[in-house]
């Protein structure tokens, strides 16, 4: 997998999966129509500003409330190419990787809005390229980056067709 690189979008602790994607937007898979809503009662403004690539960098609990597979789809409609964060809700963590939006767990405390992050997925090194900072994240089961590579669990058991080492 490539370097990702983009710029962050840093927010709080527990931000909610309403938060992320509010709930009447949820009757639709339409990608397009996710991303335009996405974060949209937490910052107006972001499906605007945001850019392909960008990072979205928030503190404990993100993802929490309830199991919704829009929110994930939604954060990954719109652009952005990784989610870190001091902490997930375990579901919303589960359901990124299995659509193929990586995250990554480590104190995120130091990045601010604005910083052009680089992430290197498969060591777990997330580095602000114009502060000189480099963070180390948890590290992932190398499965977990291979089904990351695929862009997620379902092109991943297209490719190889078993279950090479999930449980």
Known sequence: MTLLTGTAHVYGDDIDTDRIIPGKYTKTLDLSDLADHVLEDLDPEFSGRVRPGDILVAGDNFGCGSSREQAVLAIKAVGVSAVVANSFARIFFRNAI??????????????????????????????????????????????MVDILAEGGLVDYLARYGDYRGLS
């Open 98 to 143: 299995n659509i193929g939006l990586p995250v990554l767990e480590l104190g995120t405390h130091e990045i601010n809005k604005g910083d052009v992050l680089e992430i290197d997925l498969a060591a777990g090194i997330v580095r602000d390229l114009a502060g000189g900072r480099a963070y180390q994240a948890a590290k992932m089961p190398q499965v």
